[in-house]
T-cell receptor, first 115, second 112 residues
Framework: DAGVIQSPRHEVTEMGQEVTLRCKPI?????LFWYRQTMMRGLELLIY????????DSGMPEDRFSAKMPNASFSTLKIQPSEPRDSAVYFC?????????????FGSGTQLSVL | GESVGLHLPTLSVQEGDNSIINCAYS??????FIWYKQESGKGPQFIID?????DKRQGQRVTVLLNKTVKHLSLQIAATQPGDSAVYFC???????????FGRGTSLIVHP
């Protein structure tokens, strides 16, 4: 199993540009999480999907952020327009059903720098 | 609100020593606890977990202790190695929630 796959690993963009981060969860997992990590705030949950449906998006900072999960094997997190304060490492994680596998498996993250 | 926190932001130890990383939680309904290890440039990785009906669980060189009375969780690493240098996070979930709450993390530095 290749684990959770995220792309790109690094993204450098200019303020105002659109940024799209991608994630492929572990096959068979039905929960997917997007987290943002910064030194100041630590790991923040942005959005949680279960069976491709957004269940909790209360962590999404503002309307500039959007996330989709069109199928069980792919999710995107989009920032439009991007701002310097969005610079962070963005992690995608997946897990199985509660009661069988509650631990999260994280991808390697996308390091986003907005200039 | 309810939160998960850590007592020590940085822990420095010598190679071969035992390490203890502590975590306090405030949600008395928390019933599942996990420790993650995050190495530089990588995502957090699962180390060990424990449910609230247990007070101790052992893995390979790691032991997690849970004290529900004082809402305290600890991770013990035996014979710490340089490869153990990382940031360690505790996380908890409470009944019915699929979403873990993460603490801020403790940086473990192992000196050879």
């Amino acid at each position: 199993d290749a684990g959770v796959i995220q792309s790109p690993r690094h993204e450098v963009t200019e303020m105002g540009q659109e940024v799209t981060l991608r994630c492929k969860p572990i096959s068979g997992h039905n929960s997917l999480f997007w987290y943002r990590q910064t030194m100041m705030r630590g790991l923040e949950l942005l959005i949680y999907f279960n069976n491709n449906v957004p269940i909790d998006d209360s962590g999404m900072p503002e309307d500039r952020f959007s996330a989709k999960m069109p199928n069980a094997s792919f999710s995107t997190l989009k920032i439009q327009p991007s701002e310097p304060r969005d610079s962070a490492v963005y992690f995608c994680a997946s897990s199985g059903d509660r009661g069988t596998n509650e631990k999260l498996f994280f991808g390697s993250g996308t390091q986003l720098s907005v200039l | 609100g309810e939160s998960v926190g850590l007592h020590l932001p940085t822990l420095s130890v010598q190679e071969g020593d035992n390490s203890i990383i502590n975590c306090a939680y405030s949600n008395s309904a928390s019933d599942y606890f996990i420790w993650y290890k995050q190495e530089s440039g990588k995502g957090p990785q699962f180390i060990i977990d424990i449910r609230s009906n247990m007070d101790k669980r052992q893995g390979q060189r790691v032991t997690v202790l849970l004290n529900k009375t004082v809402k305290h969780l600890s991770l013990q690493i035996a014979a710490t190695q340089p490869g153990d240098s990382a940031v360690y996070f505790c996380a908890e979930t409470s009944g019915g929630s699929y979403i873990p709450t993460f603490g801020r993390g403790t940086s473990l530095i192992v000196h050879p």
